[in-house]
């Protein structure tokens, strides 16, 4: 997605120059959030697709960059082909974390279109679903599969030919991400639905397959079950009201981001490429942007990383812009948007769990909500949910207007 965005930074800048695009995909550049959501319930896989190619930029798919030279100012590519540049993105991503254990391959660690693909085969042969991980991966298939077996289409089993269980080690879902009451309508809400939710477990291994797979869950650290564990020197077992056997098996458990091309290259690597505001490193010749760059964010102050849709179009697109020639700074409020069933919820700054949180809570998982969050008496962020499309006038209020609105204030706007 950063890549696409960049090409069409350059070409604002500049029309003519050559525009080279390597991806170890086999597939050209297409959005990423629509594999968890609306691919499910009834969206045309053909409006995924970014178009990156009619924006005058050569793709090459299947291609692996394995090494950079910035002496050479080249790249190698698996095979031991060389492709010289004058700037360079690397916009490589971040790569989902895995599961271990003997089948550990058979799992789906939900990323790519070919995820899509292969859960998709699964989910229309019905069965029993596990979604490893409580973030915004597994929280948002939870609500998709769920619908898509409850939508009478004849390409999905009915519900009672599928079950779909949510298995996290925190007490709600969302808790690793974000702080206040969200979790907990979202919790409601996935019951409500039909999601059976096993929060307090990690798993620990997958075994079995290739019909059945088998998970050994542990009790998450902290839960009243890991101490009775730990006292019987007993920690991995299955627990007793969740079935041992699951036909699919997907994990959602976050990412890391694909630095090692940065890393071995020299540049500065700290939990993500490091950038400056223009997203250049410290070679004058190469930049960074979307998931793998770390970079300054003024409101908050500091060297960040943000693994989220509006960050990859915009810091590609400035990167482009940069890398052309143009003087600009990329100075943004992050934002992420999110939908689980029904549900949305849109964050503005970057929340951490242990921030304080002052929030005007609506009586049902479906009603408009909105949370202040504050660290040391300071505004960091702002969380909306199911009131889509007002985000924007709140951050521009954050912004431009006033860093510090009351809760009350922030009400008008939403109103
Ligand atoms: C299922 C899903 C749903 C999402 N939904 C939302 C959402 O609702 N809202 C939101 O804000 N964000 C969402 N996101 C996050 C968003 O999609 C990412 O932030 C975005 O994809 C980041 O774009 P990127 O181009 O930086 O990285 P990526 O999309 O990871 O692209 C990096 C590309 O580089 C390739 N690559 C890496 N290393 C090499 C190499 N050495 N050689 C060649 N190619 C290489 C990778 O294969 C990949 O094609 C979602 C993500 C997923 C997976």
Redesign the pocket.
């Given at each position: 997605?950063?890549?696409d965005a960049a090409v069409r930074g350059i070409r604002s800048v500049d029309e003519e120059g050559t525009i080279l695009v390597?991806?170890?995909?086999p597939h050209p550049?297409y959005?990423?959030?629509p594999?968890?959501?609306g691919l499910w319930t009834g969206d045309d896989e053909e409006r995924i697709w970014r178009e990156t190619g009619d924006v005058g930029a050569r793709i090459r798919t299947g291609?692996?960059?394995?090494s950079m030279d910035r002496e050479a100012r080249e790249v190698q590519i698996r095979g031991g082909e060389r492709v010289g540049y004058e700037r360079l993105l690397l916009?490589?991503?971040?790569r989902p974390r895995t599961l271990n254990g003997p089948a550990a391959d058979q799992v789906i660690h939900?990323?790519?279109l070919e995820d899509?693909r292969a859960l998709r085969h699964r989910v229309r042969q019905g069965g029993r679903l596990a979604l490893v991980g409580g973030g915004?991966?597994g929280c948002?298939l939870a609500g998709s599969l769920i619908r898509t077996s409850g939508a009478e289409s004849e390409e999905y089993p009915p519900p009672e030919e599928m079950e779909i269980h949510l298995i996290y080690p925190e007490s709600l879902p969302l808790e690793r991400s974000l702080p206040g009451p969200f979790g907990e309508l979202l919790a409601r809400h996935l019951e409500s639905v039909g999601v059976a939710l096993h929060p307090g477990w990690a798993v620990s291994e997958v075994g079995g397959g290739p019909e059945q797979l088998e998970l050994q869950v542990e009790p998450a650290k902290g839960t009243p079950d890991a101490e009775t564990a730990s006292l019987a020197g007993d920690r991995s077992r299955p627990r007793p009201d969740m079935p041992a056997g699951f036909d699919t098996v997907v994990a959602g458990l976050g990412v890391d981001p694909?630095v090692?091309?940065a890393r071995e290259a020299g540049l500065e690597v700290d939990e993500g490429i490091v950038v400056d505001a223009s997203l250049r490193t410290a070679d004058p010749r190469v930049f960074a942007?979307?998931?793998?760059a770390r970079f300054p964010v003024p409101f908050l102050g500091g060297l960040h990383r943000?693994?989220?849709?509006?960050?990859?179009n915009e810091s590609?697109l400035t990167a482009g812009q940069a890398m052309a020639g143009q003087q600009v700074s990329y100075e943004p409020l992050p934002?992420?948007?999110?939908?689980v069933g029904p549900l949305t919820l849109e964050i503005l700054g970057l929340p951490s769990p242990d921030d304080q949180v002052e929030a005007a809570p609506p009586g049902s998982p479906e009603g408009v909500g909105l949370a202040r969050i504050l660290r040391e008496g300071r505004i960091t962020g702002v969380l909306i949910w199911n009131r889509p499309g007002r985000a924007h006038r709140i951050r521009r209020r954050l912004l431009d207007d006033d860093p510090d609105p009351t809760l009350d204030e922030l009400k008008q706007i939403l109103d």
């Open positions: 997605m950063t890549a390597l991806t170890d995909e550049p959005d990423r959030p594999l968890s959501k291609c692996r960059v394995e916009a490589t991503g971040a939900f990323r790519t899509f915004f991966i948002e694909r090692e091309l942007a979307g998931d793998v943000v693994e989220h849709e509006e960050h990859a590609g934002y992420v948007y999110s939908g």
